[in-house]
């Protein structure tokens, strides 16, 4: 029970880091960024990303890895017939290659954000929404995920 209790917590706190991070800068960083000057909002943008990059790519991280053990090893899917035959293993298949794809998403889109954003002396045009496509699609899949958890709280 102590470690279900311990790999649920991490799974939570992880899961709101990210989500967290991904709101504080689809609704607030972001749109603050891009009222402001390419030069100034570029010079801000470089300060952050470090810090942030790390914290969602380890919150990530733990979200996936806590989320395979708890419905593994700590919790009902410990069969391919529990995985593939019931709505339960189902949901967390769904939610697990959900969670893939926005860590693949992130990953990527992190990685080629700047080029997408800024050109030499400003902003690109289409900035503002690429940022919205792009943040907008993770905060969906977000919501998918959650929608997966609630469903596998009631064993769906």
């Known amino acids: 029970m102590t470690w279900l209790l311990l790999v649920q917590w991490l799974h939570i706190v992880a899961g709101l880091a990210w989500f967290g991070g991904y709101l504080v800068l689809a609704l607030g960083v972001w749109p603050a960024l891009l009222r ?20 969602m790519m380890l919150a990530g991280t733990v979200v996936f890895w806590a989320g395979l053990a708890r419905g593994t090893l700590l919790g009902p ?16 298949l769904t939610a697990m290659v959900l969670t893939l794809g926005l860590t693949v998403h992130g990953a990527v889109s992190s990685r080629s954000l700047p080029a ?14 690429y940022v919205r496509r792009t943040y907008g ?5 977000f919501a ?13």
């Open 36 to 55: 402001r000057p390419a030069a100034e909002a570029r010079a801000t943008w470089q300060a952050l990303e470090g810090g942030l990059g790390t914290l």
């Open 77 to 92: 899917v410990r069969s391919f017939e529990a995985l593939f035959g019931t709505a339960y293993g189902l949901t967390f």
């Open 116 to 129: 997408k954003v800024w050109d030499d002396g400003g902003f690109r045009p289409g900035a503002a929404a």
């Open 137 to 141: 699609l993770s905060l969906a899949v």
């Open 144 to 156: 998918a995920v959650l929608a997966c958890m609630v469903l596998m709280r009631f064993g769906l």
